[in-house]
């Protein structure tokens, strides 16, 4: 008798247990993109529909051929940032070979706001390329950064960096170097990209330590199922590495990447899902990401001097419609929630949809393992 109450009492605490694991297991913060994105519920507004997936005229850069003349074409989106020009002077300044830059900046400035080019100050041989839009007609880095590979031509290597950024010396003949080494290592298609270390905006000295590890995915976002990345501070690395996560604060690789993984025009205002958008149409195009072996930039995540795209009153009301676009480019929607996605989100989706080397799901386990 006593050993049947015993296995009863047993029974009882593993059937409890069973039942906090199963609560822990469902909470909101532990869903994974395929259970978010169906959790989401949308009314879609025909009038910003309307407004911000009209037909484009896209340039087709699939037919233009990457040369191989050792120029970098560097995208700068900047959005109403005093250290824009700052950025310009140090990227010039500190390569190897300021002859070979070809810099498009697309500057997202109001009537008082400090230019992004000061041509008096700039005395070099780069080819600098202006795109002027006023903060009125900002639509998130995507919009700036589609706008700007639209000016690239063929050069042989592209450069993505932020508006607030500084330089190694000779950071241009380091990054061609490492690229060289990690394709070497990797013998696929390979992106440099990182977190990169961050420096004091007024002292311009680097805050913590100048180089940063390999990516990783730290968690999952409850809002909106796309994954967050991160990377450690760390002292030494002999050889590039490879990466689980893309960066669009340091990303440098051959021109294929504008070919393979173009900005997508028709996701406005999005931030958070913009990384993980470029790095799974990336992977599943048989890339992989490394980190250099040393420091290159150095960033600042600071955006308390500074306005920020946030502020457009379109912003909130047009983001969730965005993510829908991406969910759909994944293949993470189901039954309804896939049937009910309108056509103008979906405008053009082929040119910007995954690769067919590899599934949505072996990238989703890759970047979990």
Known sequence: MILCLLLCVILFIILINRKVIENFEKKPDEKDIYQI????????????LNKYFKPLQVKNKSIIPIRSDGKIFVSIASYRDVQCSKTLLDIINKADRPQNLVICICQQNSEDDIPCVELPKIN?????????????????????????????DGEEYFLQIDSHTRFVEGWD???????????ELAKCNVCLSNY???FNLETEEIEVNPLRGPL???????S?????????YI???????????????????SSQLIKDAPYDPYTPFLFFGEEMDIFARLY???WLMYVPKEPICYTSFDRSYRKTFWEHPDESSVLPITRYRLYYKFGVLTGENKNKVPKEILRDIEKYSLGGKKTFQEFYEYCMK
């Not at 989401?40 to 910003?48: E, P, Q, T, V």
């Not at 990783?216 to 409850?222: G, K, R, T, V, Y």
């Not at 690395?237 to 996560?245: A, Q, R």
């Open 37 to 48: 994105a169906n959790d989401n519920k949308l009314i879609f507004s025909k009038m910003l």
């Open 124 to 152: 070099s041989n780069a080819v600098i390329k202006l795109i002027k839009l006023s903060e009125k007609e900002a639509r998130g880095p995507c919009w700036a950064r589609y706008l700007i590979q639209q000016e690239w």
């Open 173 to 183: 003949t380091k990054c061609i170097n490492n690229l060289v080494r990690a394709k």
């Open 196 to 198: 990169v270390s961050t």
């Open 216 to 222: 990783f995915i730290e968690s999952i976002d409850s």
């Open 224 to 232: 909106n199922g796309f994954l967050k990345i991160t990377s450690n």
């Open 235 to 253: 002292d030494k690395m002999d050889e590039p590495m490879e990466s689980v996560g893309w960066s669009a604060c340091y990303s440098f690789s």
């Open 284 to 286: 599943t195009r048989g």
